[in-house]
């Protein structure tokens, strides 16, 4: 499975973005999916995911702000971001966990600039 990130920006802070991320297979029911990012210099950390039972999980640092769902229809993941910050500046990934496997696919990742 391949999956495409798209949606980053440069936006100024206190605005919004909506990533997305379309697998190139349905994965829903057997993938947990997440976002994590990487900011330069630092390493990957964890965003938010949402389990194949529709359960979701946010990082504290975005909790009230990001929301991460899906659209089985268009099998897109998304990630709602609002009231973005400078430190909110990275590179977003979509990730794939196997729900039996425990195998991890990534995607390519799409930058996210948070800049006056």
């Known amino acids: 499975v391949q999956l495409v990130e798209s949606g980053g920006g440069v936006v100024q802070p206190g605005g919004s973005l909506r990533l997305s991320c379309a697998p190139s297979e349905s994965i829903f029911t057997t993938h947990r999916m997440a976002w994590y990012r990487q900011a330069q210099g630092k390493d990957r950390e964890f965003v938010a995911r949402i389990a194949s039972g529709g359960r979701q999980i946010l990082a504290d640092s975005v909790k009230g702000r990001f929301a991460i769902s899906r659209d089985n229809t268009k099998n897109t993941l998304y990630l709602q971001m609002t009231s973005l910050q400078p430190e909110d500046t990275a590179v977003y990934y979509c990730?794939?966990?196997?729900?039996?496997?425990?195998?991890?696919?990534w995607g390519q990742g799409t930058q996210v600039t948070v800049s006056s």
């Open positions: 990730n794939a966990h196997h729900n039996f496997l425990n195998e991890d696919t």
